[in-house]
């Protein structure tokens, strides 16, 4: 008798969802509790920054992957890897000048 072992899902648009579900809420979570008193959350900024970064690169790899289709989703993807880097740069920032 064979037994069918599970595989990892192979559909990349699925996985997406549920980091985009998953780190959202995250993000949403973070952004209530640091706005309800900002000044003993301080420490959230640059975590919610980084967040939105991962998901602007996971998009963007995403994207370029599908990148096969056509130009447009060439240039979309490049662009969402852009803002992920400026997100990621604005993360770095905050972070520095909370600390300092």
Known sequence: MYIEKKKPPKNGAMILD?????????????????????????LFFPVIFFLGSVLNFADGVYTRSLAARGRRNRKAGWLTLLVGVLLLGLSVLSALSIWR
């Open 18 to 42: 549920v980091l985009h579900i998953s780190l959202g809420l995250m993000i949403v979570i973070l952004g209530v509790l640091t706005f309800l008193n900002p000044e003993n959350h301080m």
